[in-house]
């Protein structure tokens, strides 16, 4: 079992800076994969960032050059620095890990990102 914990979210207006953390406990040595996903209100939850255990990152178009993910191993952290945030970034924010390609990928509550114009 993983679990995860986000935090950072928070009320920011748009072009400004958040950065959101993630936290990893259990079985951490297990994960391999690491990401942040965001859903908005009636929206499908949508990929934002992903990162594997070297470091290899992908970035959904709508937030490459704003966005930057990153991966802490040591400290068991992943985190998401977003700036030039936008109105339409506003969503709440999960923390994924992945095992592997077979298995279910782990799920953190999520931190709300709201981005007033």
């Known amino acids: 079992q993983v679990q995860l914990v986000e935090s950072g979210g928070g009320l920011v207006q748009a072009g400004g800076s958040l950065s959101l953390s993630c936290a990893a406990s259990?079985?951490?040595?297990?994960?391999?994969?690491m990401g942040w996903y965001r859903q908005a209100p009636g929206k499908q939850r949508e990929l934002v960032a992903t990162?594997?255990?070297?470091?290899?990152?992908n970035y959904a178009d709508s937030v490459k050059g704003r966005f930057t993910i990153s991966r802490d191993n040591n400290k068991n952290m992943v985190y998401l620095q977003m700036n030039s945030l936008k109105p339409e970034d506003t969503a709440r924010y999960y923390c994924?890990?992945?095992?592997?390609?077979?298995?279910?990928?782990?799920w953190g509550q999520g931190t709300q990102v709201t981005v007033s114009s």
């Open positions: 259990g079985s951490i040595f297990r994960i391999n994969g």
């Open positions: 990162i594997t255990r070297g470091g290899n990152t």
């Open positions: 994924n890990a992945v095992i592997s390609a077979l298995s279910s990928p782990y």
